[in-house]
């Protein structure tokens, strides 16, 4: 069975380093294909390549970005016991398709990854996020951090089994309804009493309605009808609310789930018991002053200001829940309010305490419409302060944002004199692609030479313009080198060690077939002095060109470039010596 996920092409043999990882996830979206499964678990488990279970759309592995996924992993770093967990899955009818040691494994520690494979790709993210959070509270030995869509696995250094799956029979692999079967088993065994509230909460989540005590999922074969006990026919049941259909074409049936009805919410809701309120917590060391700039009540109240009965119990609801503010509301009541029963109100407070109230809210306090609060006095106090703006702000829509930084680029370009023009635009509103079009629209005189911030974004300028209109000028990430001269050269560009870097480059592309690669990397601007193309490199590239080459371009800065010269230029080679 071949199987689509991401892998990296370079093998490690210990864990990587988190400046490798941070490469690794940037080249990781460009290498998804086709593999078959053997492949994947020798890769993996043997020679230590890391791997993306899940592929993304576009150059980013975010879950917001998620394609597909069939394969699922789960870490286990503190059960050593590898044939209780392997005993679990056999119970709960998982499959396990590669197992192998991570790199942090030893005799006295065993660390191991578990591989599940799914009999089909799960391409909804829901779905997909729904497979892991049963998988997480099946097994609560796990780590708890593996059960994301976006995960990104290490490869480890040896395999502990592995099983061929059969794409004809599905066999070796598992289905998400045998799972959701054997996940209601789970939620009954371990909590028979709140089975039902629980299994409800669950399925609310992604949206699943609930039928007898079931989520309302069932297995329907083309050729011998749904497989359920409902009572509902065939016909009734398909075709009424369904959420989704994930077809099986190896067993010849598909998976069918229905939505959530708003009329089971309802009911549900109107039946449901009132709950206690849940405790406050009770604030401790609290400035006087603190209070006083928050709110301009009890700073009246403080000073004398003479307030009417239910203001002042409206702050004692508040106060109550303040170390040490009750006796100061005594002693204030005692100087300005001499008439006062203080009895009565240490009543009112016992009385409070008893019936459990609530801070009163701001909303009936005079100064609600010029004070900066929140619902009440104590989350004013917990809360950030806020920005008020006391002028009226004026907007433009975004048609007219992106009008006006189209305006400005092109009056920029229009001008001969040899200057720096700055032009701001707000984020997001699609500011690269004014100036790829522009650049698409007609030739110029002087090609473009483009500095990005990072290399996905370089990428992505690369497809959008066409690699036939485009000179890219390669990164370090873009060089075919071994990984152990990889990590070599890395820790010398780290250390400041710029020259060596340069010198370990320069030796291996002597002895490269193809250096081109290479030479374009070591010495850019031999490849730029003869280029007509629109030329795209990184910020930190860009600074090291020298200003003969930049003649011969329009140059186009995307982002502030400051960040990258602060941080990419300032590197020094310190040599210690004992003479000082």
């Known amino acids: 069975m071949d199987i689509k996920i991401s892998f990296d092409k370079t093998a490690f043999q210990c864990k990587p380093t988190n400046r490798q990882t941070a490469f690794m996830k940037k080249r990781l979206p460009k290498e998804e294909d086709y593999y078959d499964i053997k492949t994947i678990a020798e890769r993996i488990g043997n020679h230590g390549h890391s791997f993306l279970p899940a592929t993304f759309e576009g150059l980013a592995s975010k879950q917001e970005n998620f394609e597909q996924c069939q394969l699922f992993g789960i870490d286990f770093d503190d059960e050593p016991d590898y044939e209780k967990i392997k005993k679990k899955l056999m119970e709960y009818h998982l499959p396990i398709v590669f197992s192998y040691h991570t790199f942090s494994s030893t005799p006295e520690h065993p660390k191991y990854r578990i591989i599940l494979c799914h009999i089909v790709p799960i391409t909804e ?195 109550r829940f303040l170390t040490g503010y009750q006796k100061k509301f005594f002693d204030t009541l005692n100087k300005y309010y001499p008439d006062t029963d203080i009895s009565k109100w240490k009543g009112y407070f016992n009385y409070m305490k008893r019936q459990n109230y609530n801070p009163t809210g701001c909303n009936d306090c005079k100064y609600k419409d010029t004070c900066n609060h929140k619902t009440n006095l104590l989350e004013t106090l917990c809360g950030r302060k806020q920005i008020t703006y006391f002028n009226k702000q004026s907007f433009i829509s975004v048609d007219e944002s992106v009008a006006q930084v189209s305006s400005e680029l092109n009056a920029a370009l229009k001008k001969n004199t040899t200057n720096i023009h700055l032009i701001p635009g707000q984020t997001g509103i699609g500011k690269t692609t004014i100036y790829v079009k522009l650049i698409k629209s007609r030739p110029r005189k002087k090609p473009f030479l483009i500095a990005v911030p990072t290399n996905n974004l370089k990428s992505e300028l690369v497809q959008k313009i066409g690699r036939d209109k485009v000179l890219e000028i390669p990164s370090f990430e873009d060089l075919p080198l071994p990984p152990e001269l990889r990590q070599t050269i890395e820790k010398n560009y780290s250390m400041g060690f710029i020259n060596d870097a340069l010198e370990s480059i320069k030796t291996y592309s002597h002895n490269s077939k193809d250096n081109s690669i290479f030479m374009n990397y070591l010495h850019p601007e031999t490849a730029l002095a003869h280029s007509s193309k629109c030329v795209i490199m990184t910020h930190a590239r860009f600074l090291t060109l020298p200003n003969r080459v930049l003649k011969n371009f329009e140059v186009l800065i995307d982002e502030d470039i400051l960040y990258t010269m602060l941080t990419r230029t300032a590197l020094f080679k310190f040599l210690l010596s004992k003479k000082l």
């Open 125 to 319: 993210k829901w779905l997909a996020d729904m497979i892991l959070k049963m998988l997480k509270k099946m097994f609560p030995e796990a780590d708890k951090h593996c059960f994301e869509t976006a995960r990104l696995f290490y490869g480890g250094k040896g395999l502990i089994e592995f099983h061929e799956v059969i794409e004809e029979t599905g066999e070796n692999t598992f289905n998400v309804y045998n799972l959701i079967q054997e996940f209601e088993k789970f939620l009954y065994i371990h909590d028979s009493r709140n089975f039902s509230r629980n299994l409800k909460l669950f399925a609310r989540n992604y949206k699943l309605n609930i039928h007898n005590n079931h989520f309302d999922i069932y297995e329907y074969n083309t050729q011998r009808g749904c497989i359920s006990t409902d009572p509902n026919t065939n016909e009734e049941k398909i075709g009424s609310n369904i959420k989704y259909e994930l077809y099986i074409p190896n067993t010849s049936s598909k998976i069918i789930f229905y939505e959530l009805q708003e009329e089971a919410v309802k009911k549900e809701s109107s039946s449901q018991r009132i709950r206690k309120k849940s405790a406050i917590t009770i604030m401790k060391k609290v400035s006087n002053d603190k209070i006083c700039n928050c709110c301009r009540l009890w700073r009246d109240f403080i000073n004398g200001e003479p307030l009417d009965h239910n203001t002042r119990f409206s702050l004692a609801t508040n106060i």
